[in-house]
């Protein structure tokens, strides 16, 4: 008797032949419902579409629940959970050392806008090649739910308790100081992340994602302006964003005026339909001007705010040459015995 064996359906692998677990971390030891794990989820099907080398990015986070999920994505990447807000510190000098890797920051609230705020400005000042994603809960999730920088003003916490200072808002800063990607969006939205994701890993310069993203233990009530239920009132999307990647072909039949189209850094296209809002993500003061307006109106404006695909990075403007630092021979990093011998006999 003959026996036919089926053989075992094919792996499904992206352009580089990997697979989708190749993109996982550990399993989650966050609260179910967290919007940071659907982030996590997120940046697992971005890199894992795009055909991303895990093993060429480097992972930054601060402290807090958002800067724990590097562990639940992207295990075969490079990582490192600095001290509480000082996370670009870090990366900074990681992106010096290595240009070659793909830096992602993934941060909070607390750790970006309250602790952390000077470093984050000076990230954006430099414009230093990385994506920053801020998961913004508007509380310290890690440490039982005190109100961070970006809670609004009037929200109140689940005890009743009362904020009465105003908020900071990420995008607007980021805008103010320089940032050359600046996006929103909720970790509800899966199509509309996506596409800022995969832009952002496309951007060359710094892409701060602001992303609203529950805390169901903490801050997910009445009173709370970053629950799941105030994002499905009060979220107004600004554009509808389209991501073509380098090498796919991008469809033609586009009725002009209505779409924009930007060209990233790396040959990919970022498609912007505009909405009801008559706006142009490549203007900075109409990004401010909109964030201001969408504040009063009680809005969360989400999708790209801005993009500036021509600004030299922080790696252009210190002159470093197309080697990474990190790989050059020792004779090309140590300077001779001749020229520390001089410099010591400067010193005497
Ligand atoms: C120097 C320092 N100060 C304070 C703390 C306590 N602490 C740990 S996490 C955190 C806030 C985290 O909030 P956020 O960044 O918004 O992350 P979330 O937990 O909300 O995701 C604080 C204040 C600390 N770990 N280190
Ligand atoms: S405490 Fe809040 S932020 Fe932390 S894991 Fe739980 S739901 Fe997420
Ligand atoms: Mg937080």
Known sequence: MSTTTTPPPAKKVNRIGLEVINYKGSKTTLCAGCGHNSISERI??????????????????????????PAYFLGLSHGFNAVHGRMPAIATGAMLANRNMLGLGVTGDGDTASIGLGQFMHLVRRNVPMIYII?????????KGQFSATADLGSTLKTGILNDLPPFDCCALALKWGATFVARSFSGDKKQLQAILKTAISHNGLSVIDVVSPCVTFNDHD??????SYMKEHEYTLNELDYVPFYEEIAVDIPEGEIMDVQMHDGSHLRIRKLERDYDPTNRMAALAVLEDSLAKHEVLTGVLYVDTGKPTFLDLLNMGPDALATLPESQIRPPKSVLDQGMEELR
């Open 44 to 69: 697992v099907e971005c890199f894992y579409e795009l055909g991303v080398e895990p093993y060429k990015v480097a992972k930054f986070s601060g402290i807090g629940c958002s800067s724990k999920s």
């Open 223 to 228: 009173g709370s302006t970053k629950s799941y």
């Open 135 to 143: 998961e913004d809960n508007g509380v310290y999730g890690l440490t």
